[in-house]
């Protein structure tokens, strides 16, 4: 993964949360981002001969209620587009967070608004 799309993660989850937190924020965005970025397609795991049946069915579920969210609801489910708003989303909240933090630029972002985490 980029360092700029780690960053760009971290910061959102900072973000979401809207607390001061940065660096308990930004081990949980890492970790996060780890997950995703290690998935696979549905399709792909459903084509495992070795998957078990009862997480083959689950998965052919999500699969059938995707496709009724788009087809059925208009919503946009996957691809660039659907991509593109929830970063913008995440970019209006860590705006606003880092302005509740009194921190106007990510290069702000100091030790004093860090989680130790060793302290707990």
């Not at 106007?104 to 608004?113: E, G, N, Q, R, W």
Request: with cysteine; aromatic share 6%.
């Amino acid at each position: 993964m980029r360092r700029g799309t780690r960053w760009l993660i971290a910061a959102a989850a900072v973000a979401l949360l809207g607390g001061c937190n940065v660096g308990y924020i930004a081990r949980g965005a890492y970790e996060e981002a780890r997950i995703l970025w290690n998935r696979k397609p549905i399709p792909q795991v459903i084509a495992n001969p070795e998957l078990a049946p009862e997480v083959r069915n689950r998965l052919e579920t999500v699969l059938a209620v995707r496709d009724f969210a788009r087809d059925q609801l208009g919503l946009t489910v996957g691809g660039a587009a659907g991509v593109a708003h929830v970063v913008e989303i995440l970019l209006q909240e860590l705006r606003a967070a880092m302005s509740l933090c009194g921190r106007p630029t990510l290069a702000s972002i100091d030790k004093s608004v860090l989680w130790n985490h060793t302290a707990f």
